[in-house]
């Protein structure tokens, strides 16, 4: 348990300085016990034994390299102390290069002769495992009380070189077991050199081949532990197997809950649907049955009102005819009266102005005509007074004026009406203008006939464009993404492939309008003198004629005025359209 937490911590990067190694060195007398009791006796690889060896030198080695860079970092370089750690280093590099060289000449398990030695050489090997641990030791406690006594240090404080050296002294003499006084450092050069005599012993030893055994032995087993960890890895494999599968099926379950719940969901929401639809039916009803009420209640109101009307219209004609015969009785009775009246005025002029003054008599006879006879013939003539006649003329004159003046009258108010109509804007006829200087050039009936057909043709290009346009104004499409099938019970497009096929349509009509109107801007450039450029292969349209075009279509900026303002009012553009009159007028007023 030990060393798998030193493992985790290891893994984490939580190790520290501050981290006790005992459980890890418990553990490890604990093996080491457990393999001189049940494991002395079993075969071994030698060639495995002595790399492992080669391999914890190695890790001394380069564990007491990484403590004394760490010293050296805080060594003064002028000290003896540094030289100390100088010497160490050389040391630790040469132990490096003897442990690869034995590495280097170590044969492999399985070749074709066999590799074996003493149980002395196991010992000494032993022996040299633990000066390198107790090495490692002293370079370690040195490196600890140098952390320690740097922590209690200010930031512009620094340890001396004696210091240091007085440190490194305890530390060895702490694992060594020495006192003070005997210099237990030199101790550290003494392992030093024998672990480096036996490493170059054992070197040269392997190069003459005095660990070679002629004999092969039979291949050893694999340890208990290999198998163990073989079966042990055999099995985490179908673990994760099966752990992918159950993923596998979890993510399916996973899905198949989320389908279940959008089922649900448009379940419900079908069901709200019905809910309003029944609660929509239910209120159609009753607000069919409320205006069936009402209709029945005008109805009758209109009945008893149709009655009361069919009884006043009956009073009203028999007041109106009894009115009717009134006023024909008068009007006999004023009849005479005027009869009477006329009589009278006639009588009486007739007396005033004398007897026969309004009768003139004519006689003319005829003796060969008639025998014996007298044939007389009278014309009478009645003459109207002076007054009846200034009377008729002023009436007359009167009739006149009030004709002229209701002529004026009713042109008036047709002028008046006429001014607040809209301006007519008339379209400019699309015929070819000439000019004074130029001669009169008739154009051909052919040519007349084709571009009347062609406006005929644009036209109808226009409307079919426009219908098209109001169609899609009047109908926009939306995107089905539901992804259900149709009426027919197809399945229906992808919300996809109905947006781009949308947006092909949209840039099919886009393309349509830009050759549209290209083709009425050369047509209405054919009707107008100098509005096309005549080229042997094609007509185009001129430069001149386009560029008057797009100042009707837009009208051009000659300048901004500014105003001042006062402070808190927003600031607003305004644009004015001025003719040549009124912009020199405001010209002059700037000047």
Known sequence: MAVDMVVQMLRKDQVDDSFSMAPVDKAIGYFKNLTDSHLADQPLSHCDVLLDYIREFSSGVDCANALIRQLKSVAPKSSSFWSLL??????????????????????????????????????????????????????????????????????????????????????????????????????????????????VKLSASIQDG???????????????????????????????GLGAKLQQKENDILELKKALKVKANELSETGVKISVLEQ????????????????????????????????EFEVTMDTLQQDIDALEGEKSEWKKRHEALSKKNMMAEMTRHGKGSFLT?????????????????????????????????????????????????????????????????????????????????SVPAVQVVQQE????????????????????????????????????????????????????????????????????????????????????????????YLKVLREQLHVPLIGRVAVPVSEGTSVQSQAVLLNSERLKELHQLFA
């Open 86 to 199: 100088r010497e160490w280093t050389t040391l630790m590099s040469d132990m490096q290069t003897y442990c690869k060289r034995v590495r280097r000449r170590v044969p492999q398990a399985d070749g074709e002769k066999g590799f074996q030695f003493g149980r002395e050489l196991i010992t000494s090997l032993s022996d040299i495992a633990a000066d390198i641990e107790r090495l490692v030791r002293v370079v370690g406690e040195t490196q600890l009380q140098v952390t320690q006594q740097m922590v209690l240090l200010s930031e512009h404080e620094a340890l001396t070189g004696p210091q240091l050296e007085q440190m490194t002294k305890q530390a060895a003499a702490m694992v060594f077991g020495l006192p003070d006084a005997e210099n237990p450092t030199e101790n550290v050069k003494n392992i030093c050199d024998k672990v480096n005599g036996v490493l």
């Open 210 to 240: 005095e660990f070679d055994v002629e004999e092969r032995r039979e291949r050893m087993p694999d340890p208990p532990y290999v198998v163990r960890a073989s079966a042990v890895r055999g099995k985490l494999c179908d673990i994760e």
């Open 280 to 311: 929509k039916l239910d209120n159609a009803a009753r607000e069919s049955d409320h205006r069936v009420e009402e209709l029945h209640l005008e109805l009758a109101k209109a009945n008893e009102l149709v009655k009361k009307k069919e009884k």
């Open 361 to 441: 008599g004519q006689v003319e006879g005829d003796a060969g005509t008639v025998q014996g006879g007298l044939i007389s013939q009278v014309q009478v003539v009645t003459k109207d007074s002076a007054m009846t006649i200034a009377q008729v003329e002023s009436l007359r004159c009167a009739l006149g004026v009030l004709r002229a003046e209701n002529a004026r009258l009713r042109g008036e108010e047709m002028r008046r009406r006429l001014a607040k109509l809209p301006a007519i804007q008339l379209p400019r006829k699309l015929s070819r203008q000439k000019s004074e200087n130029d001669d009169s050039v």
């Open 453 to 544: 057909t062609d406006l005929k043709a644009l036209t109808k290009q226009t409307e079919e464009l426009l219908k098209c346009a109001h169609q899609l104004a009047a109908s926009p499409k939306v995107v089905d993404v539901t992804g259900k099938f149709d009426s027919s019970g197809k399945l229906k497009a992808s919300p996809r492939l109905q947006l781009l096929s949308e947006q092909a349509r949209l840039h099919t009509l886009h393309e349509k309008h830009e050759k549209l109107c290209s083709e009425v801007h050369s047509a209405m450039a054919a009707h107008y003198p100098a509005g096309q450029i005549h080229a042997p292969l094609k007509s185009y349209v001129s430069p001149q």
